[in-house]
């Protein structure tokens, strides 16, 4: 019988015992809690597999053998030492006020105690109850406790444009994850899974002893597919796809281990068998994208932009930095790693097509009025298709007479829109594309045979026309694509007083 896919079943025992698709991570879970210590944090995007990692652990330790049966652990782990799990679920609960906090947590703890034979006492906090559960619970069994809590930093983010309800929230779940410390002597495995690592969340500053995986190679595609388990487990559903193009679509995000595919992503797609930006779709970036709007950010430099590894280990809610909130997030991955004398560097970009895409759709209303967008997008992928090189000019000039007044935040306004227009297309794009001589603005590459290398100016004076054209050349920043049928190097200058297009210029090279 066909195997189903396991669209949105995080219940490890459900997928099966019912004949869905299970990926096996067994064999980095065995990793995990034999050969390392105890306490666990791991950070991962929404929709990557974090709740059903835990539900996997959860019936590892409760011993359920027949459900690991033909996976990795099946002979390796001992059946009989089975132990008692509290696994905390924060992902299905909404909090938008603090009062709310405690209430939510009692009907957790209270569904949580029924099956250890705990009541719920009322005279204690949420925390001063899962205190008394930990110990509760290694008494009835004489066994030590499994913790696991599952997007630990919801409440939080759920919050993150209202400051003053988050401070306070934070300070309830500061309160609550404590308890944990000092409870060692009744804990054996402590794993918590969420989207950020908040710098000042008292779960890191308090238990220090709690390890961060995120970004460890050894458990890089603990979560997510690779291309090799995509093709294993998923052969049935694979005949007749083009695999390079799914491949380019929803392949890419990398936390030091091998490429990976958002399970949710993927799932859809080969039940729909048509491309789409499902993940994206889940859950619109409503506060990135307005934050990238207080802040001006230039989002051309978010494609190869260099980080050292502490700015992507942790986001801080008084001090947001961009490219943390989009790595964390999932808007951004690793594309390249560095060592350096001074720590680990990393380079980021956007993991695939979809995100590109999707991302660059929602910026451009920022600089451009909406009613444009999809007319001048579809007659540039015409033009770079076609090869009219000479009618580029005209919907660039559209795309800058259309930028809304109220959005122009000076010249580099111009410059995103150029960008996130281009990214938007679809169409594989490349800025700030490294040579050995100098870096690209833009290159595009076409049905992989035609390049066009693009520089974009904003000048002042008369004397500065050509420079953009010239800098190609003088760099001979062609010379990288050689191995393509065709390209074009193009010149774009905007004057910064006129707001318009003052030179444009193209040539063949190849």
């Keep these: 019988m066909k195997k189903l896919l396991p669209i949105g079943i995080s ?7 019912e004949n869905f698709i299970y990926v096996d991570k067994t064999e980095y879970i065995y990793k995990l809690i034999t050969e390392g210590g105890n306490y666990y944090f791991l950070s991962r995007p929404r929709r990557f597999g974090k709740s059903l990692l835990l539900s996997t652990i959860r019936y590892l330790f409760q011993g359920k053998k027949e459900l690991f049966k033909d996976l990795y652990i099946y002979d390796k782990w001992n059946w009989e030492d089975t132990y008692p799990v509290i696994r905390i679920d924060l992902s299905q609960i909404t909090i938008k006020k603090e009062e709310e906090f405690q209430d939510q947590m009692e009907l957790i703890l209270k569904e949580i105690g029924k099956e250890y034979k705990y009541k719920y006492e009322r005279k204690y906090k949420a925390s001063g109850n899962l205190h008394l559960l930990i110990k509760r619970c290694y008494e009835y069994y004489n066994k030590k406790v499994v913790i696991l809590i599952d997007e630990y930093d ?3 983010l759920d919050n993150i444009e209202n400051k003053q309800e988050v401070e306070r929230i934070r300070e309830e779940l500061k309160g609550f994850y404590t308890t944990l410390k000092g409870l060692d002597e009744y804990i054996r495995f402590v794993l918590v899974t969420g989207v950020s690592k908040f710098a000042k969340v008292s779960l890191f500053s308090g238990l220090n002893q709690l390890e961060d995986i995120s970004l460890s190679k050894e458990y890089g595609n603990i979560c997510g ?8 487990y998923f052969k049935q559903y694979l005949d007749g796809l083009n695999l390079e193009e799914i491949k380019e679509w929803y392949n890419g995000y990398s936390f030091l281990g091998d490429r990976l595919y958002n399970p949710f992503d993927i799932l859809l797609y080969l039940r729909n068998r048509e491309f789409d930006n499902y993940w994206y779709k889940t859950g619109t970036p409503t506060f990135l994208i307005k934050l990238i709007k207080e802040k001006e950010y230039d989002i051309t430099e978010l494609e190869n932009k260099i980080v050292k590894k502490n700015v992507l280990e942790k986001f801080d809610l008084e001090e947001v930095r961009i490219e943390a909130l989009m790595f964390q997030t999932g808007y951004l991955t690793i594309k390249e790693e ?13 993991p695939n097509k979809e995100v590109r895409i999707s991302f660059n759709e929602d910026i451009l209303p ?8 999809e007319n001048i997008a579809d007659k540039i992928i015409e033009i770079l298709k076609k090869e009219e090189i000479e009618n580029l000019r005209e919907q660039v000039e559209i795309l800058i007479s259309n930028i809304s007044y109220v959005h122009y935040k000076g010249e580099s306004s111009y410059v995103i829109a150029i ?22 603005d833009l290159t595009i590459i076409v049905n992989k045979e035609i390049v066009y290398i693009i520089e974009v100016k904003v000048i002042e004076r008369e004397e500065e026309k050509g420079k953009a054209i010239r800098q190609i050349q003088e760099r001979e920043y062609y010379k990288k694509y050689m191995n393509y049928e065709k390209i074009y190097i193009v010149g774009i ?14 040539k063949r090279v190849k």
Excluded: C, M
């Excluded at 597919?225 to 294993?232: N, P, V, W």
């Excluded at 004398?341 to 956007?350: D, S, T």
């Excluded at 996130?420 to 870096?439: A, F, P, Q, W």
């Design 366 to 373: 920022l600089v451009l009025k909406d009613e444009v967008r």
């Design 419 to 440: 960008f996130s227009l281009l990214y938007s297309t679809g169409l594989n794009v490349i800025t700030e594309d490294n040579t050995n001589k100098g870096r690209i």
């Design 11 to 17: 219940d490890f025992k459900k997928l099966r015992e």
């Design 154 to 156: 919801k409440p939080i």
């Design 338 to 350: 560095y060592n350096k004398e001074y720590g680990q560097e990393y380079k980021l970009g956007f």
């Design 225 to 232: 597919y690779t291309q090799k388990e995509l093709e294993f």
């Design 493 to 506: 200058e905007i004057n910064k007083e006129k707001k318009k297009i003052v030179n444009y210029e193209y």
